[in-house]
């Protein structure tokens, strides 16, 4: 097979090693004469792939026991209304969101179903260009929520706020992607579809302590508190999602862990911006400061230009560069598994265009 160089926002690249294990499994899991694709998610070998792929994501995140690590369904767009219901009281429920995309908005959108929400900032009237910062966020708030990294608009936040409530935060397109202080947040949630596996199941990482004090009666499936009792297993959970996702992880961490995997982050994001910003083809879509080093959206300022790149890139094996269709232009997503030689192979296309 003539592997391509996978720029794809999502369902993303993935360690190669991964796909070995993975591949394997599907064949035959642990000895077992048995498929990992038809073993039971009771089973004595699920089970130890359950636990394991909870007590990693504690071990990579330098989280205590006060937290609970689950493996969910309906990818963040589920959380968008499972955090609300959790933590919005419901006679007086107010929450704080930052407007700063797309999924952000959807997220807003869910929110204001089940009681008041404040968008604290927003840069949805310039197209989402820049990360607000200049907002208050006070106790008379439930929580505060923000999405971390913008994928559509190449945005992330650098600084997480100092706010005064519940620290809600989407993680999907840039968890475990750079060195954080994760104890400075009361929920995580992320599709494991970008970082951390493929597409079917969701992380949700939470603190205990703050369930079951809205005064709602919880629907059974959106309730964390029976999904923590449940051990992630309330239904059928993704039987093949979670154990690749623990092959992710078992990867991440067998190569130094979230601090190496940061240096090399940032050595592709370097690579292509300083390349951006030189060539006189090229532009982002966002202002410098608040540019993402997962995401890079940028454009030709010559349109003329877009066949012959396109076809350049093509010839190089470059697969999934197209922008967002909600913004257009070109999305270079740089997630943990994708290599620096082909952020270079990138570069080395655009050096080429005149």
């Known amino acids: 097979m003539n592997k391509k160089h996978n720029f794809s926002a999502g369902p993303s690249i993935l360690p190669q090693e991964v796909f070995q294990k993975a591949s394997d499994a599907i064949l035959e899991f642990n000895d077992s004469g048995l498929s990992i694709l038809e073993i039971s998610h009771r089973s004595k070998d699920f089970v130890a792939v359950m636990d394991e792929a909870r007590a990693i994501v ?7 026991d006060d937290y609970e690590v689950l493996y969910l369904q309906g ?40 009681g008041k929400v404040d ?72 599709g494991a579809q970008k970082n951390m596996g ?53 990867n991440l961490e067998k190569n130094g862990g979230i601090e190496a995997v940061e240096k090399i982050n940032n050595q592709k994001a370097t690579l ?19 540019r993402s080093v997962m995401n890079a959206s940028f454009k030709l300022i010559d349109e003329s230009k877009k066949e012959e790149f396109d076809a350049a890139c093509k010839a190089a094996g470059i697969n999934g560069l197209n922008g967002h269709r909600s913004l257009g232009g070109y999305r270079a997503s740089m997630y943990n598994a994708l290599p620096l030689e082909s952020v270079q192979l990138l570069v080395d296309v655009m050096k080429n265009l005149k």
């Not at 504690?58 to 205590?64: D, E, F, S, Y």
Request: aromatic share 14%.
């Open 119 to 190: 968008v604290v900032g927003s840069s949805k009237e310039e197209n989402y260009s820049f990360i607000p910062k200049d907002f208050k966020v006070g106790p008379e708030y439930d929580y505060f929520h923000f999405t971390s990294n913008n994928t559509i608009f190449g945005t992330q936040v650098h600084h997480f706020p100092d706010v005064d409530t519940l620290k809600v935060c989407d993680m999907s397109s840039d968890i475990f992607s750079r060195v954080i202080d994760f104890n400075y947040f009361d929920i995580i949630y992320a």
């Open 58 to 64: 504690k071990r990579l995140m330098k989280i205590g």
């Open 198 to 250: 493929p597409a079917g199941t969701t992380l949700v990482v939470v603190k205990k302590d703050i369930l079951g004090k809205t005064g709602r009666d919880i629907p059974s499936y959106l309730d964390y508190d029976l999904h923590i009792k449940k051990e992630s297993m309330f239904n059928t959970p993704p039987v093949f999602a979670v154990y690749t996702s623990l092959l992710t992880l078992q």
């Open 272 to 290: 292509l911006y300083d390349e951006i910003d030189r060539n006189p083809l090229f532009e982002t879509f966002c202002k410098k400061e608040d």
């Open 75 to 114: 990818g963040a767009s589920l959380q968008f209304l499972m955090a609300p219901f959790n933590l919005m009281k419901l006679e007086s429920g107010k929450a704080a969101y930052l407007d700063t995309g797309s999924w952000a908005a959807a997220a807003i959108k869910e929110a204001k179903k089940l």
